[in-house]
């Protein structure tokens, strides 16, 4: 009985013990599992204020504030956050970074560039990055043509019809850039791009082979919604992500019937911004839009309609009068724009200087009639058929259907600024490339 007894005592206590192991380790697991959780709280705090500073910094570029974000913002809870911004070719040392030993510099694209590197800090110290790759494109003219529902390219005979790139700010053709002489359509039609003649492309000059940009139409838009020459017209077909909001032209005021303005053979007028009545010029007339006395910038005009009809050896011409100031000019016209052998003169060398907007239900005709023509703009009238045919066209175009076409062996062409991806006209767009958890 006796040993029955011990051997129960020790049966105890052997139970006692190993109880206590095992809850000395449970509590050691716990404190450590505690510690780890802690550990990652703190981490994903200081990642989410990094995410929630980086996407800050992504909207204020987008209305145009690229600046650091170099004091550090609260987020609550101890949390805080800075932003640094690189824009395109320039280089972030390794010491920005918390766990990347390597420089990163940013790359150039079809628009303009931006890295965000945002850096997060939870309540202990602990820090995380976020880092954004964006790209940012002019909402109106980031194409050289975009149509809501067709484009037709038609070169020849004599002469050609095509895009390329052109750079306002050297006045220089630039065709190392030719790929951002793209164009595109909203729609998913079939033949909706169309290159119907003998001699067109996209992305080249006249005197150079083979089309060097690309050609896009609607997010589902079947390869036969292009009818050309891959290759030797255009480089390649792509599927746009989706749809471009192309928004509906409204002027701020009316125009005034009561104040038309016909200027024939040599004469020059000069108006102020406000609304006009019809608008024509004839021969060699000349039309001085002064933009020095504008509220603001640009000055706004709006017109009834525009003629411009040239006479041989003369050609018609709307200038911008800044006087100076460098102000430009945005033109609405509620009516049909007629341009034969007219020029649009812009000394500003900035075609986003110069905006035609178009309201919905009209034409927009750039047509040579025995001499070539050149103007400086950019056309937003994406509810109107636009046709140049045998005229230049330095800037960018929206339509509804855009004809582009050689006349009389002249040439029909579109120069798209490069310039524009950095304009001040439409909505900016920012994309993002890629993102970087660090």
Excluded at 27 to 45: D, F, K, R
Excluded at 140 to 156: C, L, M, Q, W
Excluded at 178 to 204: D, H, M, Y
């Amino acid at each position: 009985m006796k040993n029955r007894r011990g051997i129960a005592i020790i049966v105890v206590l052997l139970c006692t013990a190993l109880l206590s192991v095992v809850a000395l380790a449970i509590t050691t697991l716990g404190s450590t599992n505690l510690l780890h959780a802690h550990s990652e709280t703190e981490g994903l705090n200081a990642l989410y204020a990094a995410r929630a500073g980086a996407w800050l910094k992504a909207a204020q570029i987008r209305n145009g504030d690229a600046a650091d974000l170099a004091a550090p913002q609260s987020m609550g809870a101890g949390a805080e956050f800075t932003v640094k911004v690189y824009a395109e070719g320039e280089t972030v040392p390794a010491a920005d970074f918390v766990s990347r030993s390597v420089p990163f510099t940013v790359p150039s694209s079809e628009g303009v560039v931006w890295y965000v590197l945002a850096t997060g800090r939870s309540a202990n110290g602990t820090r995380r990055q976020l880092g954004l790759l964006l790209v940012e494109t002019s909402g109106n003219y980031d194409f050289a043509v975009f149509a809501n529902k067709k484009i037709e390219i038609k070169g020849g005979p004599g002469g050609m019809a095509y895009t390329d790139t052109w750079d306002s700010s050297v006045d220089e053709f630039r065709d190392s850039q030719a790929p951002l002489a793209k164009i595109g359509v909203n729609t998913e039609e079939e033949q909706s791009i169309v290159f119907g003649g003998i001699a067109e492309r996209i992305g080249k000059t006249s005197t150079a082979p083979g089309g060097a940009a690309d050609v896009f139409a609607g997010p589902a838009a079947p390869g036969t919604a292009v009818k050309g020459d891959k290759g030797g017209e255009f480089r390649s077909f792509q599927n746009l992500a989706q749809p471009r909001t192309l928004d509906p032209v409204d002027p701020p005021f009316p125009s005034e019937d009561t104040k038309v303005v016909k200027l024939e053979r040599a004469a020059t007028q000069s108006i102020e911004e406000g609304g006009y009545g019809d608008v024509t010029l004839e021969g060699g007339a000349v039309l001085k839009l002064n933009t020095a006395t504008a509220k603001g910038d640009p000055a706004i005009f709006v017109f009834k309609s525009l003629t411009m009809l040239g006479a041989p050896g003369s050609a018609p011409e709307i200038q911008i009068d800044h006087q100076g100031t460098g102000k430009g000019v945005l033109i609405y016209v509620e009516g049909d724009v007629k341009m034969e052998k007219g020029g649009l003169v812009n000394d500003l060398k900035d075609p986003s200087e110069f905006e035609l907007q178009v309201t919905d239900g009209h034409s927009v005709l750039l047509e040579a009639e025995g001499r070539g023509i050149q103007a400086y703009y950019v056309c937003h009238a994406p509810g109107c058929d636009i046709k140049v045919a045998g005229g230049e066209v330095f800037g960018a175009l929206v339509g509804n259907q855009v004809t582009i076409e050689s006349k009389n062996g002249r040439d029909g062409a579109v120069h798209y600024d490069l310039q524009l991806k950095n304009g001040r006209t439409g909505t900016r767009n920012l994309s993002l490339i890629s993102i970087q958890r660090l």
